[in-house]
């Protein structure tokens, strides 16, 4: 039997941002910039070149600037048009989203990922779909949700993004239970959020790209707070390995955890490095830099 496709994908982006404050006093953490794009753009790219049609954004409260982002602004494409600025108009209509595409659901109060991917039950409906977290960023030849699309049509089930983490890490991941090992594949046969690394049953950690039964769902509809006082999806995921199923998957590419300021200032520098228009300049200035800490040290 042929298993249904995923069509459509959640984004949550409720989060408070705490660890870039102030910027995210104002700016939600999710517009904040790679170079020239938001996070939340190469989310919207990565889901669309796995087939995601359906886009279903988990809100809340100052994150005004996220849905402006996503409309037609006409009057900034007129005046492109008219300066004959026609790469930034290809890059603007990238960031356009065709009406009804696109929803917005609000998690009134962050009680957590878990609930937060409950609140958008309702646009989900009865098949598996998606969840992209944008602080992860992952640079791949193949994005990383489309390799795990073309793994799910044939395993099936829930399926999670997985990759080791040095062992002093694991207490900011969901952490996996591995059995066995199939090429790319890892059988799940337990799943922690947030161990403390004695406890940590490995150093396999989840990162932020799922593809999930609709039976998680209804999981997370009854659940208890777990891990920090929080409903996790992690908990719900992990309730269902007697039931739907779950697999880790080791996606190829390089994760940046855009959600730590270090994180974020690596993709900076990985990112600008690989573009044509940047690298040539910015090679040679992080050359000198370097050079000059070392005549300093
Ligand atoms: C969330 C999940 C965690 C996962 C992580 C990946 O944690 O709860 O299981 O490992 O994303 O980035 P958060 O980073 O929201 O605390």
Redesign the pocket.
Known sequence: MTKPSVTRAVFPVAGLGTRFLPATKAVPKEIMTLIDRPLVQYAIDEARAAGIEEFIFVTARGKGALEDYFDEAPALAAALRRQSKHELLAGLKRTEMASGAIAYVRQREPLG?GHAVWCARHLIGDEPFAVI?P??VIAAETPCLKQMVKAHAEIGGNLVAAMEVPRAQVS???ILDAGGVRGDVIRVRGMV?KPLPDAAPSTL????RYILTPEVLGRLGGQAAGAGDEI???DAIAAEIGGTGVHGFRFEGRRY?C?SKAGYLQATVAFALARDDMKDEFADFLNSIMEFRVAAE
């Not at 950690?205 to 932020?208: D, F, M």
């Open positions: 990922l977290l602080d992860d900011s991941h969901g959020e950690a989840v990162i932020g996790q999806l992690t955890d959600g």
